[in-house]
Every structure is written in structure tokens, then in C-alpha cells.
């Protein structure tokens, strides 16, 4: 029997109009939804800050973030508390609102029965597996809007 260890463990997490897949290392924790309290100055993508490990974490909605209607019904959301991609970064860690609970898969390059390129900048590309579809956002790009609109709005 041989192993693959080009497989990464990753999350399948639903959204309310589509499936984010994320690799588990980037994620600390799925937490249950709070109501996140509101940031002047922010874009609507920026749902607020959440308390989380003793620290205001900022909330935000990947679909806001696409350009897509934003969840209005938190009923089975839960918050997915996400790590920072960048060391240096004064944004350590954020929430990303979700429709539910997250599945647990392995991913690797024989995974994806179809690869397509993604036109918004927060996302790097949308994976098909069997029936099922997935975007793959661009955590780096993501930070790096979270920390120029924070520091926007301070």
C-alpha cells in the first residue's frame, strides 16, 4: 500500500450559495455565530469584530467580499476563525461567517475532477469533485484588504 503524501487535509465549508474549500492548517477554530459588533468605516463585507481568545477579530462574509448578496439569515452559521497568512500582519486572525459545518477531506491534484480560473481577486479558482463545486480563496489577498481597510477606517 503506498502513501500520498501530496494531499493536503483540508476543510469543505458551506457558504449559503457555494462551497469554500480551505486547507485545515489555516483555520483555528469553528466557533458558533455571534452577532459581530459593528466598524465604522468599514465596507459591507466587514460584518464587525467578534471577541475571540481574548482579542477583537474582524468578521467578514467571502460572498460580500465577491461581490455577492450577503448572508441575512445566520440560522446554522457558525464563525470560522481563520489565521493569519502573513507573520508581520497586524490582522492575526479573522472570522469568516459560514452556512454550517465544515466536512473534513483530502486534497490533492488527482482530487479535482475539474480546475477553472477564477475572475475575483479573492478567490485563486473553483474545483469541481463529483457533482460537488468549491471556490479556493486567496487567503493572502483576503489579509491584505482586511488590514488596508482597517487601517482605512482608524
Known sequence: MSVNNDKVRSLWVP????????????????SSYRVPSPVPGMPDWCLGTVKWSGEDIPVISIEGVCGLALQSNPVFSRLMIVNSVRPDSTVRHYAVVTAGLPGLI???PETADQVAPCVNDGLKCIVRIGNEEAIIPDLDYLQELLEIELANAA
Open 15 to 30: 457558504l449559503r450559495d457555494a462551497n469554500l474549500l480551505i486547507p485545515n492548517v489555516a483555520v483555528a477554530e469553528i
Open 106 to 108: 483530502q486534497f490533492g
